[in-house]
C-alpha cells in the first residue's frame, strides 16, 4: 500500500513509484517552471511536477509551445529541481529535440537528467515515438509519454482539438497507448479526449494515465499551475478549474503599494533602519 500524501511526507517519489500507484490511489499533479512555485508544490505532497514545455506560453510569452528551447527547458528544469525534495521532477522535451533521430533523442534526453537533475522526461506522440522510448529507457532514462492532443503537432493538426471522439481516432489511441506501455513508458498523459475513450485506455493499461482535459477516470490529474491559480488571464480551457484568482489578488496587492508611494505612507517608520 502505497503511502498517505501529504505536506509531511519523506518520500522520494520515482518512476517506479509513481508507476507502482496504478490501482492503488488517484494522484494529482501539476507544472512547475521556478524555483519557489516547486518548493510550494513539492511541500504540499504533490508526487509529480512536470516542468512542461507550456513555460512558452505561461512565462515565456509565446504563442504556442514550438519555440521553446533546449537551452530554456534545461534552465527552468534545473530552477524546479533545486526547490524539490520529494516530487518526481519530469521534464517535457521541447519541439525537434527527439524527433531528428534516435540518438538525438537519447544525447538530449541525457542532459536534461545529467545537467538539470530531472527524474525523467516526456514525450509526445504514439507509436510513432515508440523506438525513442524503448531506445530511452533502456538506457536507464524514465520516460512519460503523451497522446491524445498534442500541442507540438498543432500545426498538422491545424489548431487544439479533442481527440477520440470518433472510432477510428479511438481505435488508434489505444493502439498508441499500448504501443508506448510495451516500449518502457511509466505513465501516460492523456489530453483533451472524452471521458469515455479515456476510461477505455486507462483500463487497458497496466501503467497509470493522467490526464489534462480528459475525465474522471484516469488515474490521475494534472494541470498547468498558472491556469488553476488565475494567473493565465481570461481566457482558459474549458477543462481548467480556477481554484483562486491570484490575478486579482496580485493587482490589488500592486494597486495599494502604488497608493501608499503616491502617498508618502511606505515606507513607514517600522520599514526603516
Not at 67 to 73: C, F, G, K, R
Not at 111 to 140: M, P, Y
Request: proline share 5%; charged share 20%.
Amino acid at each position: 500500500m502505497m503511502p498517505v500524501m501529504n505536506s509531511t511526507n519523506s518520500i522520494k517519489w520515482t518512476a517506479p513509484k509513481i508507476r507502482a500507484l496504478k490501482g492503488q490511489r488517484r494522484f494529482a499533479c501539476l507544472t512547475a517552471y521556478d524555483y519557489t512555485t516547486a518548493k510550494i508544490i513539492d511541500e504540499c505532497g504533490l508526487p509529480l511536477i512536470l516542468v512542461g514545455d507550456s513555460l512558452g506560453m505561461a512565462v515565456l510569452g509565446y504563442e504556442t509551445t514550438l519555440p521553446v528551447t533546449m537551452e530554456e527547458m534545461l534552465h527552468h528544469t534545473a530552477a524546479v529541481v533545486r526547490g524539490v525534495k520529494s516530487s518526481l521532477v519530469v521534464a517535457d522535451m521541447p519541439f525537434l529535440s527527439y524527433h531528428v533521430s534516435v540518438q538525438e533523442a537519447v544525447a538530449n534526453a541525457g542532459r536534461f537528467i545529467k545537467s538539470a537533475g530531472a527524474g525523467a522526461v516526456k514525450i509526445e506522440g504514439g507509436a510513432l515515438r515508440a523506438d525513442v522510448v524503448r531506445t530511452l529507457s533502456q538506457n536507464g532514462i524514465p520516460v512519460m509519454g503523451h497522446i491524445g492532443l498534442t500541442p507540438q503537432s498543432i500545426r498538422a493538426l491545424g489548431g487544439y482539438k479533442v481527440a477520440g471522439r470518433r472510432k477510428v481516432e479511438i481505435r488508434q489511441l489505444i493502439s498508441d497507448a499500448k504501443a508506448l506501455e510495451k516500449a518502457g513508458a511509466f505513465a501516460l498523459v492523456l489530453e483533451c479526449m472524452p471521458p469515455d475513450t479515456a476510461g477505455k485506455i486507462t483500463s487497458m493499461l497496466h501503467i497509470p494515465t493522467i490526464g489534462i482535459g480528459a475525465g474522471p477516470r484516469c488515474d490521475g490529474q494534472i494541470l498547468v499551475t498558472h491556469d488553476m491559480l488565475g494567473l493565465s488571464g481570461n481566457v482558459s480551457p474549458k477543462f481548467v478549474k480556477k481554484y483562486i484568482d491570484l490575478t486579482a489578488r496580485m493587482k490589488e496587492a500592486i494597486g495599494k503599494y502604488r497608493t501608499e508611494v503616491d502617498c508618502k505612507k511606505f515606507p513607514s517608520k517600522e520599514h526603516c533602519y
